[in-house]
């Protein structure tokens, strides 16, 4: 393990002398241009890919780049998902539109990376209909960003013929875990933290073990060294991040479990909120359940995906829990938090559902009374068993499912979101309102956005605000 750590810093030493070279590049053209370099990036999909673009923005700062936020710029990334088809098809449209824009920037440079980029089939439809690409990479090589920068450029200045200028550096699967590389932060006062990169579940419709890898967990002491970093730096919300943040520490050299890490988290003075995200219901243990009644830090929200309330699809979905299990586990966190807000992830149209099947997902909808629900209708992956099937739902049918449980998640929801109304709750102030400047907008412990005026100079800090009136998915209020 010792061996693997200094791999890794020499792999963080090897990136930094190329952030350098570019960068030495980047400030001669400076002098004789008097302009910085643009780049713009765009990220579709989860929490995981944003935090990923805060790094691959932190590389282009550190070399020199100045972020814009439209297309018209030096540098277009893509940061891209694949977990349904429309996320593919929504970069697709993009490409088309940037392909146009860069026959009138002939210096313009495209990248592509992210989930969407670790399936052979888009990369060759891309090379095949989207030459004009210069860069590719995928979810495991991100810190090679200023390396592949400075191939592509090279390619270029040897004359290297047009059509073999683009850089394509895939990794199927990796354990390396590089640190200490130039990174970025959206926001001043909250941040999301990586605990444990891939999965290892192989839920049957997924495609993200494929194109994330298998779970590998970051250490203890550099996360704990990162959240410190960011306390002192003024971050008072942190998000801990993974596709399954229930299974952290259990390949570590050291077994840790997650409720020990938030024990440890918990430590941390200055940091007053804490957030995780994705739980899954096999793995949330007793112990987990216990810290959170315990913590004052740990927020009041728990982002539990269902997926099917039928027992029966929930085994060929191989998710290794049952109905009646999944019940148990809400009740138990109920009785341990009994303010906690839950939300889920539901998919309707599963190969094989029946409507059987599809009343027993109703039947949860109802007796949990979720705060809210990502719905979906099942999408096809290529490469996951669920795509084999040869029982693959109607569409009408799915559609039909999919309106009806829109029905049902707004009812069950509608029926504890106003709760908090005419109480004063801790709030997050995070920005000034994008549609009325004279308000600001926070989120509550549970999640919830509150909209109040106030001056600007409160953004970061955490407020008691009087909740007036809730508006089903937000409040108004007023401070208190
Ligand atoms: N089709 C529809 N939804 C899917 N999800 C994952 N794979 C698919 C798929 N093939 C949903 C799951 C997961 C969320 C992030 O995306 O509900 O929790
Ligand atoms: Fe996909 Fe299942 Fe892993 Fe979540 S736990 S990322 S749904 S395979």
Known sequence: MEKLKNTNELETNKQLDFINILKSKYEDEYKKTGVRKTYYIQTFGCQMNSRDSEKISGILKRIGYVETDTEDADFVLYNTCTVRENANNRVYGRLGYVGRLKKSRPGMLVALCGCMMQESTAVEKIKASYPFVDIIFGTHNIFKLAELIKTRLDNEEIGTKHSDRMVIDLWKDTDMIVENLPNDRKYSFKAGVNIVFGCNNYCSYCIVPYVRGRERSRNLEDILEEVKALASEGVKE???????????????DKPLTFAKLLEEIEKIEGIERIRFMTSHPKDLSQDLIDVMGRSKKICNHLHLPLQSGSTRLLKIMNRRYTKEAYLDLVERIKKAVPDISLTTDIIVGFPGETEEDF??????????GFDSAFTFLYSKRTGTPAANMDNQVDEKVAKDRFDRLLTAVQESSSKSLGRYENTVQDVLVEEVNSQDGSLLTGRLSNNMLVHFPGNQSLIGSIIPVYLKESKGFYYIGSQA
């Open 238 to 252: 942190i998000m801990l991040l993974g596709q399954n943040v229930n299974s952290y520490g259990k390949n570590l």
């Open 359 to 368: 009343l027993e997902t109703l039947d949860v909808v109802k007796r949990v």
